[in-house]
């Protein structure tokens, strides 16, 4: 449940959300999942941040980077992972990030180009990114349903890619936590070890 599991990341001084990238953290290392060093990827609501009214998408993404090796207790893991997401979701933190978008965007060449050339550019670019996104966390947050619609929970699925072969979809109704890992593999390692982790900890989920 939300609170079982709140109480648990709050019991350690931190988010709900650092709770299970940490958590997921020390799983990806304990399992030696893909290369190191491991990156969690979580997306950020921006216009929890900054005032907007655009019905457009107002989000990205920051980086969480583990060292496997150096990950092998669950608290230093849960710990490393608040320390990053308080510092890369501090507001002048996105401030920067958001300026350098813009700047980007704004470059004469950009502004002329057709969008097929621009996607075309953006996918050159990614050849060079020397860091890859093991896993993505995305925790949509907490909402509650009216009475007598009958929701008692939501599913929300994260896609998945060829370098992010499993991510971790996380919403919340009333009290009800869904967890939903999304695959493109056979094994199913990653959610028992989580699940196990989560258990060891004190929390509880339910299949």
Same mark, same amino acid.
């Given at each position: 449940?939300?609170?079982?599991?709140?109480?648990?990341?709050?019991?350690?001084?931190?988010?709900?959300?650092?709770?299970?990238?940490?958590?997921?953290?020390? =799983?990806?290392?304990? #399992?030696?999942?893909?290369?190191?060093?491991?990156?969690?990827?979580?997306?950020?609501?921006?216009?929890?941040? @900054?005032?907007?009214?655009?019905?457009?998408? @107002?989000?990205?993404?920051?980086?969480?980077?583990?060292?496997?090796?150096?990950?092998?207790?669950?608290?230093?893991?849960?710990?490393?992972?608040?320390?990053? #997401?308080?510092?890369? =979701?501090?507001?002048?933190?996105?401030?920067?990030?958001?300026?350098?978008?813009?700047?980007?965007?704004? =470059?004469?060449?950009?502004?002329?180009?057709?969008?097929?050339?621009?996607?075309?550019?953006?996918?050159?670019?990614?050849? @060079?990114?020397?860091?890859?996104?093991?896993?993505?966390?995305?925790?949509?947050?907490?909402?509650? =349903?009216?009475?007598?619609?009958?929701?008692?929970?939501?599913?929300?699925?994260?896609?998945?890619?060829?370098?992010?072969?499993?991510?971790?979809?996380?919403?919340?109704?009333?009290?009800?936590?869904?967890?939903?890992?999304?695959?493109?593999?056979?094994?199913?390692?990653?959610?028992?070890?989580?699940?196990?982790?989560?258990?060891?900890?004190?929390?509880?989920?339910?299949?």
């Amino acid at each position: 449940s939300y609170s079982e599991i709140g109480k648990l990341a709050k019991e350690r001084g931190v988010t709900f959300t650092a709770f299970l990238s940490g958590v997921m953290a020390y =799983t990806l290392a304990k #399992l030696n999942y893909g290369k190191n060093p491991l990156i969690v990827l979580v997306p950020v609501n921006l216009r929890a941040v @900054f005032p907007s009214k655009t019905m457009r998408n @107002f989000a990205t993404f920051v980086r969480l980077t583990f060292n496997g090796e150096k990950c092998g207790d669950v608290e230093e893991c849960i710990k490393e992972a608040s320390i990053q #997401l308080t510092k890369t =979701t501090n507001p002048e933190e996105l401030k920067k990030m958001i300026g350098t978008t813009v700047r980007t965007e704004k =470059t004469l060449l950009l502004k002329i180009a057709p969008l097929w050339v621009k996607m075309m550019i953006a996918k050159f670019f990614r050849l @060079f990114l020397k860091s890859r996104q093991t896993l993505i966390i995305s925790n949509l947050g907490r909402f509650n =349903t009216p009475d007598g619609i009958g929701v008692e929970k939501a599913i929300f699925n994260v896609n998945v890619s060829k370098n992010a072969k499993t991510n971790l979809g996380v919403v919340t109704v009333g009290d009800t936590v869904a967890l939903s890992f999304t695959k493109s593999m056979v094994e199913n390692d990653v959610a028992l070890v989580f699940a196990d982790t989560i258990k060891m900890l004190g929390g509880k989920l339910n299949n």
